[in-house]
């Protein structure tokens, strides 16, 4: 059975940049056959696409769009998430999810992915 471990969350000043890291492990979860995503969620909020690998690339919410960067070192079986020019409502837990690549799938629900993490706290000070 696959399990996702993310690192790197923590407390930083608007404007500020954080890296998060996921690593998967086990051989359910291939970097030939999965999508890597990360969701987050804020207190009393739904949960949030922030952005996924495609086959064409990187996919990207709308409020993280030109901040935020996800790259795949598919050596490490790990997903990266860079995010520059942080700001207080980017505060939230934030989880790296994994899901099957499936022609026509909508790589920014949460329905699509089978694997989740444990989740990580980022907080960003005003």
């Known amino acids: 059975q696959g399990q996702l471990v993310e690192s790197g969350g923590g407390l930083v000043q608007a404007g500020g940049s954080l890296r998060l890291s996921c690593t998967a492990s086990?051989?359910?979860?291939?970097?030939?056959?999965?999508?890597m995503a990360w969701f987050r969620q804020a207190p009393g909020k739904e949960r949030e696409f922030v952005a996924a690998?495609?086959?064409?690339?990187?996919i990207y919410g709308d409020s993280v769009k030109g901040r935020f960067t996800i790259s795949r070192d598919n050596a490490k079986n790990t997903v990266y998430l860079q995010m520059n020019s942080l700001k207080p409502e980017d505060t939230a837990v934030y989880y790296c999810?994994?899901?099957?690549?499936?022609?026509?799938?909508?790589?920014?629900?949460?329905?699509?992915?089978?694997?989740w993490g444990q989740g990580t706290q980022v907080t960003v000070s005003s």
């Open positions: 086990g051989r359910s979860i291939s970097h030939y056959d999965y999508a």
């Open positions: 999810a994994a899901g099957k690549y499936s022609s026509g799938s909508d790589y920014t629900s949460d329905r699509v992915y089978d694997y």
């Open positions: 690998t495609s086959w064409s690339g990187g």
